[in-house]
């Protein structure tokens, strides 16, 4: 009886079927199931479910019970038949549009993390990113892997907006950064959502069954900083393929003290700012060109000016929290880059120059650090 097995082995059966609770959770965000059951004025039998999503009775019926179980929907009786209806946390997280939706990243961890961690062995022996036999794409220059076809650079895009929604102000909000006046997000990304519905009609890339709800809600962190900080001005900085679109398609009704420049960090002009800030860009790359990327920027950066560095932080021995543990292997697998310690931070950025380091955990997965010139 597994009950009279020790907690050993409960623990291992957990992480065993890990990536089938995975797999219930990508594939029932990639059918439609959560929206559908938004949309619905009452809870919805299996077969309505099925017939509507045009996909299997069985399937689905095997599928909304699994939902139940891992608590994404409810279940009730309507004459004598299973009902199914959203849980709160499918409301709040899963349904695409919602304004705290993690569906964008869920997606893109479902159809491209997922593909690169299935050679996780095959990383940890070579000490590379597994595009090449993930998705048959060379990544000397990962971001070409990253960005390889419009409809991936969206989902990326989009997907890694998701999480500042929720810790953005959080984050931003853990150092007092009213003293500066001009902030440039370098890596910054730009506003996918309304991106998205161009590239959906112009590309014929299709990301679900549901019509898409208005454009709202992106470039989540410039916004969260101008909200944060009334005074100050955001320069989102990216390379080219990302910002021209971002030019081409932000529309003039968004916020006008957000703004857009063109180049490459580590070897194009950087724009004037008070305040540098690097969110999810060190941890895509190796020491060297961290240190190469943090040289220039205090070339860049004036005299009593800062930099901002949003990671997610590992705590001090680099073995937690699990979080952060498997994100950095999720960097292994993706990237160039890890996660790293605060004092690992500390011993990139004091060579470059930089002073007064101060970290700070905000309290979510992702932390600041803040240094100045
Ligand atoms: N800061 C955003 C966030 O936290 O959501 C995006 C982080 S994403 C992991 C890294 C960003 O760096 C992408 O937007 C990518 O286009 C940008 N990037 C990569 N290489 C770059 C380069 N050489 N110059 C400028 N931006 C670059
Ligand atoms: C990167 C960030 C991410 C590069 C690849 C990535 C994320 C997912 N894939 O800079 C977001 C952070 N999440 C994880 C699981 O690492």
């Known amino acids: 009886m597994c009950s009279q097995e020790g907690e050993g082995y409960r623990l291992l059966k957990e992480y065993a079927n890990g990536f089938m609770v995975s797999q219930v959770l990508f594939a029932a965000c990639e059918l439609g199931v959560f929206e559908l059951l938004a949309a619905a004025p009452e809870p919805l039998d299996s077969a309505a479910v099925s017939a509507r999503l045009g996909a299997s009775p069985r399937g689905t019926e095997l599928l909304l019970d699994a939902c139940v179980s891992l608590k994404l929907l409810q279940a009730g009786v309507r004459g004598g038949k299973a009902v199914y209806a959203n849980t709160e946390l499918a409301s709040t997280y899963l349904v695409r549009g919602s304004p705290r939706s993690q569906r964008d990243m869920l997606m893109y961890t479902g159809r491209t993390t997922y593909v690169c961690w299935g050679h996780l062995a095959e990383a940890v022996r070579e000490g590379r990113n597994q595009y090449l036999k993930a998705f048959g794409i060379p990544s000397e220059e990962l971001f070409s892997a990253i960005y390889r076809s419009e409809g991936e650079r969206l989902q990326f895009m989009r997907g890694l907006q998701d999480v500042w929604r929720l810790e953005g102000a959080r984050v931003l909000a853990a150092f007092d950064l009213s003293p500066f006046r001009v902030i440039c997000d370098l890596g910054g990304e730009c506003p996918p959502r309304t991106l998205g519905l161009c590239l959906e009609l112009c590309c014929g890339y299709h990301s679900g069954h549901s019509p898409r709800p208005p454009a709202g809600g992106s470039g989540a962190l410039a916004k969260a900083c101008v909200s944060l900080y009334p005074g100050c001005r955001v320069i989102v900085f990216d390379i080219p393929g990302v910002v021209q679109m971002a030019r081409t398609h932000?529309?003039?009704?968004?916020?006008?003290?957000?703004?857009?420049?063109?180049?490459?960090?580590?070897?194009?002009?950087?724009?004037e700012a008070d305040l540098y800030i690097l969110a999810r860009v060190l941890h895509d790359w190796t020491d060297a060109k961290c240190s190469h990327l943090l040289e220039r920027l205090y070339q860049a950066c004036r005299t009593g000016g800062g930099i901002l560095v949003i990671e997610s932080l590992l705590d001090a021995d680099g073995r937690g929290p699990l979080t952060t543990v498997l994100y950095s292997l999720n960097m292994l697998v993706q990237t160039e880059g890890r996660e790293r310690t605060p004092a690992q931070y500390r011993a990139l950025l004091a060579p470059a120059g930089f002073r007064d380091v101060r970290c700070r955990r905000a309290g979510g997965i992702y932390g600041a650090v803040l240094a100045r010139k």
Not at 250 to 271: C, W
Request: net charge negative; charged share 30%.
């Open 250 to 271: 932000f529309s003039a009704s968004e916020d006008e003290r957000i703004s857009f420049h063109e180049g490459d960090f580590f070897t194009d002009p950087l724009p």
